[in-house]
C-alpha cells in the first residue's frame, strides 16, 4: 500500500483527464512528469447519447482536460466533460487542445458566413469557471489570431513544437539541407527556424488558377543538389505539399521530406501522399488521433506529451 506521504503527493499532483480519443496523450503526459491520470466511465445508451461520469474525485484538485476539437461531437465531448469537473470541486481547470480545428472557417470572406472558430471559441469560453479560474492551452495554431477568440474567464497559451521541428529537421535534413515552406504563409517562421538550424529557407511562389486549384510558378532559393525539408503546421489532404514538393524536385532538390505539427489526413490522402513517390517521408507529431491510427514506416509520429505536460506544471 502507498505511504501517508506517497498518498499526499499523489493528492497534490495535477490530475490529468482526456476525452475517449485522447486517452493515448493522457497516458504519454503522465508518465512524462508523474501527473495523476483521472477516470471517467463511459458508454452509450441506444438512441447514441454518450453517457460519462467523473469517477476520480476532483474536490479541491487542480485538473487538466486533454482532448481535440477533431469533430462537433469531441469537441461537445470536451464541453459536457468540463462542466462536469468543474461541477465537481475542480480547484482549477486547464483545457488541453493539442489540435484546435475548425480553421478552414477562421473568418468570414463573403456576407452570411458563419465564422465557426469564432462560435466554438465562445462555446468553451461560457464553460464555468473553477474555483482559481480556467485556462486553455492550444498548440501551433494554424491562425496565431485563433487564440483571441476565446474571451471571459477561459484564459488561452499558445505553445510551439518548435524544438520538436528543430530536433527531426535536424535528424531527417542531413548536414547541408534547405528548410522549406510550401506557401507563403508560413515563409517568417520558416525563415526563422532556419536561422537557428544555420540552413536555407526557401519558399514557392503560387498563382491561382481557381478557387480551388493553383500553380507553382517559382521557388526562392537554390535547391539543387540539396534536400529539402518542408515544414508546415498542418497537413490535410497535401495538395499544396505536393505542388511545392514536386516544384522543389523540379528545381533539382534530392530529396523532399516534410515535417508538421498536425496530421489530420483525412480519407486516403496520406495514402495519396505516400503514392506520389514526390515526398520520402512525413513526420508529425500525435496531436492528432488520425496520426497515430495511421503511424508507418512512411509516417513518422513523434510525441508533443513533453512539451503539453511541461507547459502544464510550470508555474503561471
Not at 467523473?54 to 482536460?65: C, K, M, N, S, Y
Not at 469531441?74 to 480553421?103: C, K, M, Q, W
Not at 534547405?178 to 508560413?186: E, K, P, Q, S, T
Not at 489530420?264 to 520520402?280: M, N, Q, W, Y
Request: hydrophobic letters at 40%; aromatic letters at 6%; glycine letters at 10%.
Amino acid at each position: 500500500m502507498p505511504s501517508k506521504q506517497q498518498s499526499q503527493a499523489s493528492r497534490g499532483a495535477i490530475l490529468v483527464f482526456a476525452t475517449e480519443r485522447y486517452g493515448y496523450l493522457q497516458r504519454e503526459m503522465c508518465r512524462e512528469m508523474g501527473l495523476v491520470p483521472g477516470e471517467v466511465e463511459r458508454r452509450r445508451f441506444p438512441d447514441g447519447e454518450r453517457y460519462q461520469r467523473i469517477r476520480t474525485d476532483v474536490t479541491g484538485r487542480d485538473v487538466a482536460l486533454v482532448g481535440g476539437t477533431v469533430s462537433d461531437e469531441d469537441t461537445l465531448e470536451i464541453f459536457d466533460l468540463a462542466n462536469g469537473l468543474v461541477r465537481y470541486g475542480a480547484h482549477t481547470l486547464t483545457l488541453v487542445i493539442p489540435y484546435l480545428g475548425y480553421s478552414t472557417m477562421d473568418r468570414a470572406v463573403h456576407q452570411g458566413e458563419v465564422v465557426t472558430a469564432k462560435a466554438r471559441a465562445r462555446l468553451l469560453s461560457a464553460l464555468p469557471t473553477a474555483g482559481s479560474g480556467n485556462r486553455i492551452m492550444l498548440l501551433d495554431l494554424h491562425t496565431e489570431g485563433l487564440q483571441h477568440y476565446f474571451d471571459g474567464n477561459l484564459r488561452p497559451v499558445h505553445l510551439h513544437a518548435r524544438t520538436q521541428v528543430v530536433e527531426v529537421a535536424r535528424n531527417i535534413g542531413g548536414a547541408n539541407f534547405v528548410l522549406a515552406c510550401a506557401d507563403a504563409g508560413r515563409a517568417k517562421w520558416v525563415e526563422t527556424l532556419a536561422n537557428e538550424l544555420g540552413v536555407v529557407a526557401s519558399f514557392v511562389f503560387k498563382r491561382r488558377i481557381t478557387g480551388r486549384q493553383t500553380e507553382v510558378t517559382a521557388v526562392s532559393a537554390q535547391v539543387e543538389g540539396r534536400q529539402v525539408v518542408i515544414y508546415d503546421d498542418m497537413i490535410r489532404t497535401g495538395g499544396t505539399l505536393l505542388g511545392a514538393a514536386k516544384a522543389f524536385l523540379d528545381s533539382g532538390a534530392t530529396q523532399v521530406s516534410a515535417i508538421a505539427t498536425h496530421g489530420v489526413f483525412p480519407g486516403d490522402s496520406l495514402e495519396r501522399l505516400r503514392k506520389s513517390g514526390l515526398l520520402a517521408r512525413i513526420v508529425v507529431t500525435d496531436s492528432h488521433p488520425r496520426a497515430v491510427e495511421l503511424r508507418s514506416p512512411y509516417l513518422t509520429v513523434v510525441s508533443c506529451a513533453e512539451l503539453l505536460a511541461t507547459a502544464l506544471t510550470r508555474a503561471d
